[in-house]
């Protein structure tokens, strides 16, 4: 599946960067694609460097789309089936009034659904669509090199994959020990 995606961008021409930018927008309307799965394509179709400079391009403009869809149009559903106080009130208890907090989910999680999330509270998009780009540019460069580097050969990437299982197995344990400090630095 890789090997004919990376072909079909790699096909593209000239079109191939337009189409590398797109997907990222088209992750942002259909939040169930993951980026790094795009940003490992264009590692392997572009190499490294124009995967991340055309990655960075693809991200803003998907977390200026989702932002922007998620205020413009799903705020004020949500603010019409329940009262604005009520809203406001979970924003302060779930303690998602923090761009910080914000930007920490979009780095642990790196999904696009949390972008729609945020942009329904009433934090400033400006700086919400900032800490997107920032907090998920790790993820981008992962991605990118591994598309590069590892993507290569099915030898390289079985030989990645098994030196990264246990560095999943530990994140995995780690993960109720972060939620526990995050729910409690978000309520402070």
Not at 63 to 92: C, D
Request: aromatic share 14%; glycine share 10%; proline share 6%.
């Amino acid at each position: 599946m890789t090997q004919a995606l990376t072909t079909f961008i790699n096909d593209a021409g000239w079109l191939a960067p337009l189409y590398y930018v797109g997907s990222f927008l088209l992750a942002a309307l259909l939040p169930f694609i993951p980026t790094p799965l795009i940003g490992a394509l264009g590692g392997k179709a572009f190499g490294f460097l124009p995967a991340l400079t055309y990655g960075v391009i693809g991200l803003g403009l998907g977390a200026f789309t989702a932002l922007n869809l998620a205020r413009n149009l799903g705020r004020p559903m949500i603010l019409w089936a329940v009262k604005p106080e009520a809203w406001h009130e979970w924003e302060k208890l779930l303690g998602i009034q923090s761009v910080t907090v914000w930007g920490i989910m979009f780095f642990i999680l790196n999904l696009d659904i949390v972008v729609v999330f945020a942009g329904l509270t009433s934090l400033p998009l400006k700086q919400l669509w900032l800490a997107a780009i920032i907090a998920r540019l790790p993820w981008l460069v992962v991605s990118a090199w591994f598309g590069d580097a590892v993507l290569v050969s099915d030898t390289v990437m079985f030989i990645t994959l098994l030196v990264f299982i246990p560095l999943l197995y530990g994140l995995h344990k780690l993960r109720p020990w972060l939620r526990s400090k995050l729910l409690n630095w978000g309520r402070k």
